[in-house]
């Protein structure tokens, strides 16, 4: 059975609150592997050294406090090792179409007819392979007839193959934390009483609500230790007050010593452009030390402006995880953050 070949994107849509938006597979075959491994694999073994500019434009380096990390993790397969990348959520398929071999015979015996005519092409196409051999994985053929051509057009599309492995990602995420429960009776008591909703894994407990009448809540998943407050603040002009950076690090300060007992790091402080959901955000990433413990970590900050309730938010993704890399973890918890909303789904 041929496996179906998209070239776009496919968006699942988050489901309401009666579903609770569980996926209702019944046994899933799901991909080892972390979200952060991709795995390369190349239609001749000549072609395996020619990475390079590729893998420098499509794996930008990310700084967690002092230790820096790629975004992701690459290895490369040649033909005679190809069928390793089973193993991986992530594939992409480097394909110089007439080199024959392993790789060109299952990548054509999979394709329609309307994908072989498109990969017949000597500037470059890119098609996608939706679970091509297991359940939570995702392969991206890209592929041109002229060899040149295709390192070419491989590099100029890194970053936005960067950029699909990240959203798929997410969806996938947010797939699997659906199959295994969402926790609906306490997402449903946060919009009554604070009027945000936000998808809660059963992984993740309610650690704190409003302590001492702080407007925020924590939610938190150990081993390792991550999280992610949820706080608010009044404003008389919400828009006005995310144009303000230095406001906006006094609000994330305040709610990481109140909930957390920590300070933040002000040379650490990274200022971004983001989007939570639908609405536009400021992103801040940074570094925090706890007043409690002789120790610190990571930490992501997401700021929305709630204009009908004169609010603005800050959801903060924290990890603790001494040695360990960290970016899968914020993977995790910015898809959580994701779906945050100021409006309650309908079911």
Known sequence: MRSIIVPTLLIIAILGLTSCGVDKEKAIFMAPGSYGDVAVVVSHASMAGNLGGFRSAFNEELTFILARENRFKIDVFTPDKWDLCKGYKNIIFVWRVGDGGPVEKMLDDRLSKAGRSRVQTGSGTILQMEEPFSSYQIGVIVAATDRNSLFSYLKNQAPEL??????????????????????????QDLWRRHRFFIEIPTV?????????????VELMQT??????????TQSSDPELLMSQHFLLLELRKEMGFKMHHEDI???SLVWKTDTIGDLPAVRLEGAWTS??????????????????????????????????????????????????SLERPQP
């Open 162 to 187: 960067r950029e699909r492995f990240e959203r798929e990602s997410s969806l996938r995420i947010m797939r699997r934390y659906r199959h295994d429960g969402i926790n609906s009776a306490l997402m």
């Open 204 to 216: 993740f407990k309610l650690n704190q609500d409003s302590p001492d009448g702080y407007p925020a």
């Open 223 to 232: 081993a390792p230790s991550r999280g992610l407050t949820i706080g608010w």
């Open 265 to 267: 790091n002000p040379q």
């Open 291 to 340: 007043r409690s413990f002789e120790g610190g970590g990571a930490f992501w900050s997401w700021f929305v402006a709630d204009p009908a309730s004169n609010r603005v938010f800050c959801l903060d993704g924290l990890v603790y995880a001494p040695g360990s890399d960290k970016m899968d973890y914020f993977r995790r918890l910015r898809t959580i953050a994701q779906t945050f």
